[in-house]
């Protein structure tokens, strides 16, 4: 086994079941929501209520859900490692504009859900916000 390395990011599968169903209960709207986790590895999932306006395109997670699982969060000792959200209609997810205008956590993984045939896809970015770029970001779907 080759050492760790900042990009190696671990999210148990049970906790992508949860984003995936969440994904599923929001279609056609976006769901969106934070993981909170221990180094690169996720371990919890923080679903929040998409209170944007055009939930179909865009999300904006409901100010007071975002604080309350912040405060949990910290309560539990983890700290914010990945941001979610879904584009229901693409099969093969990546940061639209504004995702990336948005993304004010330059540390967090940023998991975007699509849908394939039905099926639930993920992908993993980092984005800077800052300089107006993302790239595809390794993670690994392990307990
Ligand atoms: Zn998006």
Redesign the pocket.
């Given at each position: 086994m080759p050492p760790a390395t900042p990009t190696d990011f671990k999210i148990p599968p049970i906790l992508v079941e949860e984003m995936f169903a969440h994904a599923r209960a929001a279609s056609p709207e976006?769901c969106c929501g934070l993981l909170g986790g221990e180094g690169n590895r996720a371990v919890t999932v923080y679903p929040l209520r998409n209170v944007a306006p055009h939930a179909e395109v865009a999300?904006e997670a409901a100010p007071e859900e975002l604080f309350e699982a912040q405060r949990s969060m910290r309560a539990r000792g983890e700290t914010l490692v990945g941001v979610y959200?879904s584009?229901p209609r693409s099969n093969d997810p990546a940061?639209?504009r504004t995702?990336v205008r948005l993304a004010f956590y330059p540390e967090a993984f940023y998991f975007?859900i699509g849908f394939d045939e039905g099926a639930c896809v993920l992908r993993a970015f980092r984005i800077s916000e800052r300089e107006g770029r993302w790239e595809p970001a390794p993670f690994e779907i392990k307990g």
């Amino acid at each position: 086994m080759p050492p760790a390395t900042p990009t190696d990011f671990k999210i148990p599968p049970i906790l992508v079941e949860e984003m995936f169903a969440h994904a599923r209960a929001a279609s056609p709207e976006e769901c969106c929501g934070l993981l909170g986790g221990e180094g690169n590895r996720a371990v919890t999932v923080y679903p929040l209520r998409n209170v944007a306006p055009h939930a179909e395109v865009a999300y904006e997670a409901a100010p007071e859900e975002l604080f309350e699982a912040q405060r949990s969060m910290r309560a539990r000792g983890e700290t914010l490692v990945g941001v979610y959200h879904s584009h229901p209609r693409s099969n093969d997810p990546a940061p639209s504009r504004t995702d990336v205008r948005l993304a004010f956590y330059p540390e967090a993984f940023y998991f975007i859900i699509g849908f394939d045939e039905g099926a639930c896809v993920l992908r993993a970015f980092r984005i800077s916000e800052r300089e107006g770029r993302w790239e595809p970001a390794p993670f690994e779907i392990k307990g």
